[in-house]
């Protein structure tokens, strides 16, 4: 019954490959996010998604694109991996924008 | 420019006192603000919410205010246990369709 799920868990990986993380929510949210927490802890908004429309797309690579296939759904592809892309990616959910987010438990990326 | 900032990076307490950890913010006018509580290896989880009319908000041991005079939120907890030790974040809710904006954290340490 996990509210907000990603995988993988942990993803290690070598710089130029390229990889995806999946993220479902099963309750029933309109709103969904990706967001990067660097080695400061730092969480910062990448992209926002309302019934799988892009509402949201902060400074971000183009070598991230992020998918929606439904409401439920949002995956987070990455080309070309570089050194910075290592962090750990969460995934969150929300009815609409304005009220609180559900976090899944995050994926820790390394690229060597 | 636009800052939002935590009062210190880690604070210790005993176990039994209350915890007072600041959230100040500079150039912004928020709608709501959130604030998260975040374990090691896991992803935010939602405390409590305050829209900009209100000055108080309590849920259990756990009490947030917030001035925009000031610009300032405040969030204790009272009778802390060893068991609230956790990083806390506050998030700005600046309404529109502009993300939320988190701040860094304050780790907490209640001390047995």
């Known amino acids: 019954d996990t509210a907000v799920s990603q995988t993988p868990k942990y993803l290690v990986t070598q710089m130029g490959n390229d990889k995806s993380i999946k993220c479902e929510q099963n309750l029933g949210h309109d709103t969904m996010y990706w967001y990067k927490q660097d080695s400061k802890k730092f969480l910062k908004i990448m992209f926002s998604?309302?019934?799988?429309?892009?509402?949201i797309n902060e400074t971000v690579p183009n070598r991230f694109s992020p998918k929606s296939p439904d409401k439920a759904h949002l995956n987070l592809h990455i080309n070309s991996l570089e050194l910075g892309d290592s962090a750990v990616y969460f995934c969150?959910?929300?009815?609409?924008?304005?009220?609180?987010?559900?976090f899944g438990p995050g994926t820790r990326l390394t690229v060597l | 420019s636009q800052k939002i900032e935590q009062n210190s990076e880690a604070l210790n307490i005993q176990e039994g006192k209350t915890a007072t950890l600041t959230c100040n913010y500079t150039?912004?006018?928020?709608?709501?603000l959130q604030w998260y509580r975040q374990d090691p290896g896991r992803g935010p989880v939602f405390l409590l919410l305050?829209?900009?009319?209100?000055k108080e908000k309590r849920k259990e041991r756990l009490k947030v205010t917030f001035d925009t005079t000031l610009k300032q939120s405040l969030f204790h907890i009272t009778a802390s246990q060893p068991a609230d030790s956790a990083t806390y974040l506050c998030?700005?809710?600046?309404?529109?369709?502009?993300?939320?904006?988190f701040g860094k954290g304050t780790r907490l340490s209640v001390i047995a």
């Open positions: 969150a959910s929300s009815q609409d924008e304005r009220t609180p987010q559900f």
């Open positions: 150039n912004y006018s928020p709608a709501y």
């Open positions: 998030a700005l809710d600046l309404s529109g369709n502009t993300p939320l904006v």
């Open positions: 998604y309302n019934n799988k429309e892009l509402i």
């Open positions: 305050i829209r900009e009319n209100e």
